[in-house]
Structure formats: C-alpha cells, structure tokens
T-cell receptor, first 113, second 115 residues
Framework: AQSVTQLGSHVSVSEGALVLLRCNYS??????LFWYVQYPNQGLQLLLK??????LVKGINGFEAEFKKSETSFHLTKPSAHMSDAAEYFC???????????FGAGTRLAVHP | IAGITQAPTSQILAAGRRMTLRCTQD?????MYWYRQDLGLGLRLIHY???????GKGEVPDGYSVSRANTDDFPLTLASAVPSQTSVYFC??????????????FGQGTRLTVV
C-alpha cells in the first residue's frame, strides 16, 4: 500500500527565508505525487504535481518540488517566504488502481515578520 | 464559477440522527471522492466513485454510505451519527480514474459536529 510521511507538523520561518517542507513516500510502483495548500476555512488547492515527466516540478506562487527516487522524497521548497504563504500544506501520492489520493498528515507553515 | 458545491457548510447534529452531506460538481468529472479531515491525521478517504453507478470503500468507510446515481452528484450519508464522526468533510472530483496523474479538485468543506 502507498503511504506518505510529512516530517514536521509545524514549520516556522521568517519572511524572506527559505521554505522547506518535507515529504517522503512509500510506493511499490512509480508514484504520482502532489502538493496541496489549504488556507484557513477553505478547501485544498493544487500547488504542483509530479507525473514522471521531469524530476523538478514548478508550481504556483513560486513553489517547486524535486522528486528523488533514491531518497523516496518529494520535498517542497520556496526560496523566499511571504506572509501570504502561511497555510497548511499536504503531500499526497496517488494509488495506481483507482486514482485515489493518499494524504500525509499535513504541515502547518507559519511566516513571521 | 464552475467547480464543486458542498452543502451544508456546517451542521450541528444530535447523536443517532441521520444526515446526508450533499456534493455536486459541474465539471463532468468521472471520479468523485469523500474525505474527512481531522487534526493531525490529514485527509482520509471515506468512499469513492470511479464513474456513475459505481462506488468503492476508502480507508475509513464504517458508518458512512454513498451513492452515485449520476455524474454530477455524490451524496454522503451518516445513517446514525456518533461523536467520532465530528470532522470536516471534503468532497473532491477528478477527470477520470485509472490515470493516476489526474489531480483532484476539492469543495469548500462541510464542518460537522455530532453532539
């Protein structure tokens, strides 16, 4: 069965600092990986997705993620944090059978001045 | 704006009562899903449907049922609510199942409190 582990339930950075949110996956077949963002009292919005075309994936709002098969990782980064990036971020892996998405527990990002 | 509509947005429900959460999408997506979101647990799949007329169980199906009579609607029913079903429920859809690269689109959620 596929699974996702997000390291760190809370991450706090200063405005302008590097953002790094960690995600490791477990999959017996080539995975499809996603990062979603959730702002307070809203649904989830897709940030970016990995579908085997390129290992470095660029998403919206300046975020990017790199797929590393040897490390089974798909960490999310952004060079310079903005106050508006404060939200909860979820990593997800798709199931090869029925396109189900399996989510990690989430990482809440706080950005302080 | 096209997308997924969930109703109600929030509800307080007495334990033992029956409740149906509604979900409608106008994107003509084949696949639809129900997730529950709980603090520290992320989103867990309750039930899914790959196409109209078919449904399947997710990670946490007990106490819930779904139906998919047509492409657009995917209601979630709690037959007899219990406090452990207090959660935020999200409906989602994707273009089609079986092609795992397709991302899911989410509704705004229903906050349910069972007392």
């Amino acid at each position: 069965a596929q699974s996702v582990t997000q390291l760190g339930s809370h991450v706090s950075v200063s405005e302008g600092a590097l953002v790094l949110l960690r995600c490791n996956y477990s999959s017996s077949v080539p995975p499809y990986l996603f990062w979603y963002v959730q702002y307070p009292n809203q649904g989830l919005q897709l940030l970016l997705k990995y579908t085997s075309a390129a290992t470095l994936v660029k998403g919206i709002n300046g975020f990017e993620a790199e797929f590393k098969k040897s490390e089974t990782s798909f960490h999310l980064t952004k060079p310079s944090a903005h106050m508006s990036d404060a939200a909860e971020y979820f990593c997800a892996v798709s199931d090869s059978g029925y396109n189900k998405l399996i989510f990690g527990a989430g990482t809440r990002l706080a950005v302080h001045p | 704006i096209a997308g997924i509509t969930q109703a109600p947005t929030s509800q307080i429900l007495a334990a033992g009562r029956r409740m149906t959460l509604r979900c409608t999408q106008d994107m003509r997506h084949n696949a639809m899903y129900w997730y529950r979101q709980d603090l520290g647990l992320g989103l867990r799949l309750i039930h899914y449907s790959n196409t109209a007329g078919t449904t399947g169980k997710g990670e946490v199906p007990d106490g819930y049922s779904v139906s998919r009579a047509n492409t657009d609607d995917f209601p979630l029913t709690l037959a007899s609510a219990v406090p452990s079903q207090t959660s935020v429920y999200f409906c989602a859809s994707s273009v089609r199942a079986g092609t795992a690269s397709t991302e899911a689109f989410f509704g705004q959620g229903t906050r349910l409190t069972v007392v």
